[in-house]
């Protein structure tokens, strides 16, 4: 098993930024892709960004030049870094993972969850 545990999120004023954490715990050998999803009152939870075991990555279009993920292999955590913050990125805002050799792409399914961290953004 994988767990997930995010942490960075929080009250931010639009344009500004936060950075969002996920460590990765368990038999994380077995892990492939990693990103973030979100989720706002009354929506489907979307898929924000995603960065394969490789390295390469991508966004979805809403928050493309805003956002950034990375990783950090040796402490096992990705970043999600927002700037520009807009009042429609308010979202409790998940960690997601897949074992190997599954990618990460929207509308499939997740093999493990975070618990979520909210964000809100006021204007």
């Known amino acids: 098993q994988v767990q997930l545990v995010e942490s960075g999120g929080g009250l931010v004023q639009a344009g500004g930024s936060l950075r969002l954490s996920c460590r990765a715990s368990?038999?994380?050998?077995?892990?492939?892709?990693m990103g973030w999803y979100r989720q706002a009152p009354g929506k489907q939870r979307e898929l924000v960004a995603a960065i394969r075991s490789g390295g390469s990555t991508n966004y979805a279009d809403s928050v493309k030049g805003r956002f950034t993920i990375s990783k950090d292999n040796a402490k096992i955590t990705v970043y999600l870094l927002m700037n520009s913050l807009k009042p429609e990125d308010t979202a409790s805002y998940y960690c997601?993972?897949?074992?190997?050799?599954?990618?990460?792409?929207?509308?499939?399914?997740?093999?493990?969850w975070g618990q979520g961290t909210q964000v809100t953004v006021s204007s």
């Open positions: 368990g038999i994380i050998f077995s892990l492939n892709d």
């Open positions: 997601a993972a897949n074992r190997y050799p599954r990618p990460i792409v929207s509308g499939t399914s997740v093999d493990y």
